[in-house]
């Protein structure tokens, strides 16, 4: 049996898209090793975001097509952020790549198996939790941001569709359900013209095997009393506060149009 490795770099958001892929390259019939000298697929997907992060995916692709010269002449494909920000420079520059996969085309990459597009996930996280991300890009474009650039502005899943993706989860052995997404306060504004996080937590916390969760990523600017007061009600969600802060002087933060002041922050 052919097999498969892939190297997840950058956020947890990106390794959601992993996740597909793997399961895509196992619905292709290949068996998943963690041994790259082994593999017959090296699947990379890549982080574009600030500069160290585009230094080590070009290492990290340079580093596995060294192994394109081994017994099993693996097929190089490399994927993610990277790939959506610089494709025209990356085919000149990396011609050791056999295949560039635009950022979540699962369905070019299933035809480039022989096989049929799923949106399954297999989990590359250990067995007890698990990343549900509820919604992708970001309306908020911070000036600093590439990020509403490459994956485009907010796209959040509907409420039962997470809910669904969630028991599928629970019944697989997770325990512990990481809510995440760019900016998951504003959760649920493009569907429903107003955040719905509260109402989407409140259906997670019933579901049947998911003993907590947990909340990253909550925009300093868009925390408010109901999102507060849910957490310190609930007796799944947990007491944390993923918050990226960036900075506390108003002159800076106004200057990284990050909609928020020292004064709300503290």
Known sequence: MKKYTIISLGCPKNLVDSEIF?????????????DISQANFIIINTCGFIEDAKQESINTILAA??????????????????????????????????HFVQLKDFSYFSQLLNSKNTNKRKLLTSNHY?????????????????????????QSKPIPELVEEAKIL????????????????????????EPKLVALLEKLEKIDGIEWIR???????????????????????????????????????????????RNRIE
């Open 22 to 34: 793997a399961a895509n390259a196992e619905a292709a019939g290949l068996q998943y090793t963690e």
């Open 65 to 98: 097509s060294q192994y394109k010269n081994s017994a099993e002449h693996p097929k190089l494909i490399v994927t993610g952020c990277l790939v959506k920000r610089y494709l025209p420079d990356l085919q000149k520059a990396l011609p050791e790549v056999d």
């Open 130 to 154: 698990a990343y549900l991300r509820i919604s992708d890009g970001c309306n908020n474009f911070c000036s600093y941001c590439a990020i509403p650039y490459i994956r485009g502005r907010l």
């Open 170 to 193: 629970a019944k697989q052995g997770v325990k512990e359900l990481i809510i995440t997404a760019q900016d998951t306060t504003l959760y649920g504004t493009d569907l429903y013209g």
């Open 215 to 261: 909340l990253f990523y909550l925009h300093p600017a868009h925390i408010t009393s109901a999102i507060i007061d849910k957490i310190a009600s609930s007796p799944k969600i947990l007491n944390y506060f993923e918050i990226p802060l960036q900075h506390i002087n108003d002159e800076i933060l106004l200057s990284m149009n990050r909609k928020v002041t």
